[in-house]
């Protein structure tokens, strides 16, 4: 299986400024017939299930804001949130859909300072 | 608007099997590409993948779950069924059914999750 692991676990940023979310896999999730990255990232608030922020590693998904991006290629990959919002505390995760079992990252709990 | 929902008990006993149903709106799970799959979170845990069903009938599993899952799907009732075999207290968590599109390849639209405790 392939091992997604995020950093870190956790996270306190003051309002207005960047969060940066890491992401690491154990091998690449890129595949060269395509050049794409089988990498997604959501978010889930309390009591929710998770909503996709991103798919392709850095293609924002309809109704995201744009303070949300996501980058990174092969086995590295961030999200970042440019300028922390209140409604952005939530638990982040990084999915990888490169093979299956299609395995998830520890997740990232970002909270506001 | 695509929609889906989970339904099934909320208390299942050791050892008993746990059948599950996501009921989906907005969609087919005819079309090529298209699939469903299930999605386990252990209070206070990660999310864990547990199987996926796709358009063609392809099913995939975790290899956690030890040959325990079984996914179908009844395209006429716009529905998909995850068994599972052998209920384990460490089975208890939300269990989420979601879309998985056929252009993004990923699980884009999620029911809103049913907790299932394993408990005597």
């Known amino acids: 299986d392939i091992v997604l692991t995020q950093s870190p676990d956790s996270l306190a940023v003051s309002l207005g400024e960047r969060a940066t979310i890491n992401c690491k896999s154990s091998?690449?999730?890129?595949?060269?017939?395509?050049?794409?990255?089988?990498l997604a990232w959501f978010q889930q608030k309390p009591g929710q299930p998770p909503r996709l922020l991103f798919y392709?590693?850095?293609t924002r998904e309809l109704g995201v804001p744009e303070r949300f991006s996501g980058s990174g290629s092969g086995t590295d990959f961030t999200l970042t949130i440019s300028r922390v919002q209140a409604e952005d505390v939530a638990i982040y995760h990084c999915?990888?859909?490169?093979?299956?079992?299609?395995?998830f990252g520890q997740g990232t709990r970002l909270e506001i300072k | 608007q695509i929609t889906l929902k989970e339904s099934g008990p909320t208390l299942v006993r050791p050892e008993q099997t746990l059948t599950l149903t996501c009921t989906f709106s907005?969609?087919?799970?005819?079309?090529?590409?298209?699939?469903v799959g299930w999605v386990r979170q252990a209070p206070g845990q990660a999310l864990e993948w547990l199987a996926l069903?796709?358009?063609?009938?392809?099913?995939r599993y975790s290899p956690s779950l030890k040959n325990r899952a079984n996914i179908t799907k009844d395209t006429s009732k716009n529905q998909v069924v995850l068994t599972l075999t052998n209920m384990d207290p460490v089975d208890t968590g939300t269990y989420y059914c979601?879309?998985?599109?056929?252009?993004?390849?990923?699980?884009?639209?999620w029911g809103p999750g049913i907790l299932v405790t394993v408990s005597s």
């Open positions: 392709w590693a850095s």
């Open positions: 907005g969609f087919s799970i005819s079309t090529a590409g298209v699939g």
């Open positions: 069903i796709y358009w063609d009938d392809d099913k």
């Open positions: 999915q990888q859909y490169y093979t299956t079992p299609n395995t």
């Open positions: 979601a879309h998985r599109d056929e252009w993004k390849y990923v699980l884009d639209s």
């Open positions: 091998q690449t999730v890129l595949k060269s017939s395509n050049s794409k990255n089988y």
